[in-house]
């Protein structure tokens, strides 16, 4: 049988490009994620803070 040692180091550079590739989508995406959640947190913690001063105004009537 014949070595394939061209073969072999072709497919494992793919397979190394193929994981590099899916480490770095995930890292994106983790990062957006999180941003986001930090973003809806500010825009939740802002909607509260005007309800509650709303409620607090129309209690004090």
Not at 20 to 37: A, D, P
């Amino acid at each position: 049988m014949k070595e394939r040692k061209g073969v072999t180091l072709a497919d494992s550079l793919c397979g190394l490009f193929i994981l590099s590739l899916g480490l770095g989508l995930y890292y994106q995406v983790n990062q957006v994620m999180k941003h986001q959640i930090v973003v809806s947190d500010h825009q939740l913690m802002q909607k509260r803070r005007i309800y509650e001063q709303t409620l607090s105004k129309s209690n004090q009537k």
